[in-house]
């Protein structure tokens, strides 16, 4: 009879003196057991009886659909092809390949497979068992780990799923390893390695647990790559084996691969183990924990996530646009560092830090409740508090985002940002000693005197720049702002523009360690705007009424292939034509103000027109109408502007009398203006308004044309114009409240024109023409109240006027075109140039 294997396994697979069973091989019976001897090679199939087989050195067995019991193998080689077994084991440098096979433990002890020194391999195969499902450890005698590599196979065992001993490898390519009982553990690992692809380890209790046998140094090795560890009860992985101590494993959770804990933790590092955990482009919720006297380093890059706190945790690298969610935890004393990088985001708090550094473009949004250096470097964010922190550092366009009061020893800038709350949040900054150079965007509502607050109780040094924005638009007093103050050194401050805030603006006053927000005289960007648009209409109606009466001019001087008027007799006049007409025009005002802003003003549109004879009063009259369309663009500082739409209409009349040459032209319209209003205000935040009014206009002119030989004439004038605009009362959407009282214009001028007809060989008619004139206006103020503050503008000015043209009458032809080119030099307003062209057409 032969003796079956006898199975005797300790904790760490091994033993001392003989092999872990004993073969006696005697004469067999073939119905219970098979032997093979020493470099036999035998191969059974399911015609074979069920039996235990035991092989020996060198032998070999190959089963094909085969149904055995128990196998035990030294030193041999196992072949299995489908069919089932029992319990096997393999030692010292034994070899087993099973495809297809099916191995079930049911005798409630031991492992499904054992291997000591040895390898297997299994593809599209299952093992069960009531106990252990894999045992990988060595013999003493060969001190080789073994090894395990499953192929789409699966490993089901009710206490251990499998478990590798020291210099073991266990290998998972699209498999599952799964342990059923409440307690029961996926994996064990000792000083062995386990890396898995595209498959899972789950335990009832604990997904893996990773210990150390006494003596040994090696570095347990885990690498899941699109992988799965579980524990349904436990934690994802764990370092709590028995009371071993000191395990040390380097943890790699790659391509999309998962951890879960039933309670919440993906790694437990108990028992004085070091571990390294590194997530690499995966996605992983669940809490990293380490107890006192253990060891973590976790490190997450290439676009991993993490969703969940690292508590006690030594040493954390954010890489790689990776994210974490949650919160660092450290312990106080232990030398902890944060390292955010390359794009990666922290969400959530840290405490307990040696150091905390954030580089090239990351971020974090969460308070620094311990730390004893922070470092903000090249464009990172930090948005959070800061407390009991010893020295931070912000450079090179690094930020810092207050989230509520905060408080440090030393803070060094080098082109950093500090941002000291927000819009509707107002946060004090206090801060032993200041050095570098930096800005702080601070905030301030100059209605109620709340305003952030920079607080240097010590020293300052170096030179910042405070950019602050202001909201509010009734101020409470007229008293300075304090927004910091600074107990001592040689530390400069300076705002980086004026302070907008309702009608005015802020300038900074140093006064004693106080820094304050002072008023000044220097309007707002939206008042600026406001008045800009106030200004406008006289010069718009300018602009629309200069183009009309230089077509009466133009209408006066030629009619369609007529010859000249000034060419003709007394009578001619009654040869002047029926026409309809049409003119465009763009030009730019370049406008100062009192109160220092000033703008430009570009205006372009066109008139269409007609006109007809008639007898008004015994006397020959021209008359007609017209209507026109108009835009302004007003541009002005700090990226603010302003659009006026201009829609006009009226009549005009002229009468020439040809035997004495003088004559009269009148004209009168109507507007309606639609104002817009975008200002941008020193902050750089936006704002809008719009309105509506109305506009009347008229203008006189009495000239006489004195004709000479060759064509030449002048014609001496004198104009008066009056215009109102009706006034208006409106409100941007910042605040600031505007009432513009109505505009008036009175506007005087005296000029001359000159020109000359030429009659061309083809029976065509050029005129060169040109106009000079001086105007005045009359009216001196015109009130606008922002915000209960009165501005007066006075669009009194004086100015020259400059301007050529030329009319061209085709022969034998009904139409004429004509254009001019000019513009004006005045006190406050130049007009920097003007265009216009026209064509009529007479019948």
Do not use: C
């Not at 091989?25 to 020493?38: I, K, R």
């Not at 028992?271 to 380490?290: E, K, M, Q």
């Not at 718009?540 to 077509?551: D, Y």
């Not at 007066?792 to 020259?800: F, G, I, L, M």
């Amino acid at each position: 009879m032969l003796t079956t294997p006898s199975f005797n396994f300790d904790l760490l697979g091994k033993r001392m003196g003989i092999p872990s069973f004993t073969l006696v091989m005697l004469s067999v019976s073939v119905a219970n057991a098979g032997v093979l001897n020493p470099d036999e090679i035998r191969t059974i199939d399911g015609t074979i009886p069920f039996q235990s087989w035991t092989l020996n050195t060198r032998s070999e067995l190959t089963a094909n659909d085969a149904h055995t019991g128990d196998i035990g193998a030294v030193s041999a080689t196992l072949l299995v092809n489908g069919g089932s077994n029992q319990q096997i084991a393999l030692e010292r440098l034994s070899v087993m390949a099973m495809t297809g096979g099916t191995v079930a433990n049911t005798s409630g002890s031991g492992a499904a497979i054992r291997l000591a020194s040895s390898r297997a391999e299994l593809t599209n195969s299952n093992v069960t068992s009531n106990a252990t499902g894999l045992i990988l450890t060595r013999n003493i005698q060969d001190q080789s780990g073994s090894s395990v590599m499953l192929r789409g196979s699966t490993v089901t065992a009710t206490n251990i799923g499998a478990q590798v001993n020291g210099l073991g490898v266990l290998s998972l390519q699209n498999s599952a390893i799964r342990a059923t009982g409440a307690t029961s553990d996926g994996v064990r690992l000792m000083n062995g390695s386990v890396s898995a692809t595209q498959s899972s380890i789950i335990g009832g209790d604990v997904g893996l647990r990773i210990g150390s046998e006494p003596g040994r140094e090696e570095v347990s090795s885990v690498v899941l790559d699109n992988a799965l560890i579980k524990g349904e009860t436990g934690a994802a992985i764990s370092t709590r084996l028995l009371n071993l101590q000191g395990a040390k494993a380097d943890i790699h959770v790659l391509n999309g691969s998962r951890l879960e804990g039933g309670n919440g933790n993906i790694l437990e590092v108990q028992n004085g183990a070091t571990v390294g955990l590194t997530i690499d482009n995966s996605s992983v919720t669940g809490n990293v924990v380490v107890d006192a006297g253990s060891t973590a380093m976790t490190r997450l890059q290439n676009h991993a996530r993490l969703n969940g706190d690292l508590q006690n945790v030594s040493q954390v690298v954010l890489d790689g646009q990776s994210v974490m969610t949650g919160n660092v935890l450290a312990q106080a004393g232990t030398d902890a560092q944060v390292a955010i990088d390359n794009g990666a985001i922290l969400n959530g708090n840290v405490s307990g830090l040696t150091s905390l550094s954030l580089d090239h473009g990351s971020s974090m949004s969460g308070d620094v409740l311990t730390a004893t250096t922070v470092s903000v470097d090249h464009g990172a964010t930090l948005t959070g508090q800061i407390e009991g922190s010893s020295d931070v550092h912000i450079r090179n366009s690094g930020q810092w985002m207050t989230t509520g009061n905060s408080a440090v020893r030393n803070l060094a800038l080098d082109a950093g940002v500090v941002r000291l709350g927000g819009e509707d949040a107002f946060h004090q900054l206090d801060v032993e000693n200041l050095s570098g150079n930096g800005t702080f965007i601070m905030h301030t509502d100059v209605d109620t005197n709340r305003t952030d607050f920079l607080n240097v109780t010590k020293s300052a040094s170096g030179e910042h720049t405070l950019q602050v924005t202001a909201r509010g638009t009734n101020p409470e007093s007229s008293d300075l702002v304090k927004i910091g103050n600074i107990a001592g050194g040689g530390g400069s401050f300076a705002l980086d523009r004026l302070v907008d805030a309702g009608s005015r603006t802020y300038g900074l006053l140093r006064d004693g360690e106080g820094l304050f927000l002072q008023p000044n005289q220097t309007v707002s960007t939206s008042t600026n705007t406001v008045l800009a648009i106030a200004g406008s209409a006289s010069s718009i109606l300018s602009g629309e009424m200069t183009t009309l009466n230089s077509r009466l001019g133009d209408r006066r001087l030629g009619s369609g292939g007529n010859p000249s008027a000034m060419a003709r007799s007394d009578a001619s006049i009654k040869n002047l034509s029926n026409s309809v007409w049409m003119r465009t025009y763009s030009n730019q005002y370049n406008v100062s103000n009192a109160y220092g802003g000033g703008y430009t003003q570009y205006q372009s549109g066109f008139a269409l027109g007609a006109d007809t004879q008639a007898q008004l009063g015994g006397q020959q009259w021209l008359i007609g109408a017209f209507v026109g369309d108009g835009r302004t663009e007003i541009d002005l500082k700090n990226g603010s502007s302003a659009t006026v739409r201009s829609l006009n209409g009226g009549v005009y009349g002229t009468l020439l009398d040809v035997a004495s040459g003088m004559y009269v032209d009148v004209v009168g319209k109507v507007n309606q203006f639609d104002n817009k209003a975008k200002v941008t205000m020193s902050d750089g935040t936006r704002s809008k308004g719009h309105y509506k009014n109305l506009g009347v206009s008229a203008t006189v002119e009495v000239g006489k044309h004195i004709r000479f030989d060759k064509g030449v004439f002048i014609e001496p004038f004198a104009q008066a114009g009056l215009a109102a605009v009706e006034g208006k009362q409106y409100r941007l959407d910042n605040g600031l409240e505007v009432d513009a009282e109505a505009a008036r214009s009175l506007l005087a001028k005296v000029g001359v024109s000159a020109g000359r007809e030429f009659a061309l060989d083809n029976g065509s008619i050029l005129q060169p023409r040109m106009r000079v004139a001086l105007g005045r206006e009359f009216v001196k103020n015109s009130d606008v109240q922002v915000n209960d503050d009165d501005f007066e503008s006075s669009p009194s000015d004086t100015s020259v006027e400059y301007t050529v043209g030329m009319n061209w009458t085709p022969a034998q032809k009904n139409w004429q075109l004509y254009g001019e080119v000019g513009g004006s030099k005045g006190e406050a307003i130049d007009l920097s140039w003007n265009a216009s062209v026209g064509l009529s057409y007479y019948f």
